[in-house]
């Protein structure tokens, strides 16, 4: 899944049978899944099944003159909902893993050694990159964002 993929607004012009979309095993599914916590998986497997509520009743255009229809304006807001969770999610799960490691040295006294070699490499998640690029002219995105807890506008990429 990448933001930049569907760039014209009547890719789906006309297309009425464009109602549900799968998303194939992948980056997105093994990062998920390595999230620590179950809420961040759920959240997110949410968000990626929320597009097939969506689709159905969005217009595929083509009526009238001009008229592109909704399907890549909504395909491309949900692509770009979903890379922001996924990266709000890694920034969290690496900040917990930097606290865990943190308390497992004072607390354990486990040397810093260790824990980074042992233990850490169990824990991190896949190193696949997750972006969405800055959209401010085109049409409003930001409408999922609040479903995110402590979301950093400078995270682009994670």
């Known amino acids: 899944l990448k933001d930049g993929m569907i760039t ?4 789906f012009i006309g297309c009425e049978n464009l109602k549900h979309v799968d998303l194939v095993e992948g980056e997105l599914h093994e990062t998920t899944a390595a999230l620590l916590l179950e809420g ?4 997110i497997g949410e968000e990626i099944n929320s597009i097939n509520q969506i689709l159905p009743t969005a217009r595929a255009g083509g009526d009238l ?20 969770k996924i990266i709000h999610y890694k ?17 354990v006294a486990l040397p810093q050694d260790i824990v980074m070699k042992n233990v850490i ?5 896949p ?13 409003d ?8 807890d402590d979301f950093d506008d400078d995270e682009s990429s994670y």
Do not use: C, M
């Open 91 to 107: 920034a969290q799960h690496q900040s917990a893993l930097e606290e865990a490691a943190a308390v497992l040295q004072l607390q």
């Open 8 to 11: 014209e607004n009547d890719t």
């Open 127 to 139: 190193s696949y990159t997750f972006e969405v690029g800055d959209h401010e002219d085109e049409e």
């Open 141 to 148: 995105d930001s409408d999922n964002e609040d479903d995110v």
């Open 40 to 43: 961040w998986k759920n959240n």
């Open 121 to 125: 490499p169990f824990l991190e998640l």
């Open 65 to 84: 003159y001009n008229d592109v229809g909704e399907k890549a304006i909504v395909i491309r807001t949900w692509i770009r909902a979903v890379l922001r």
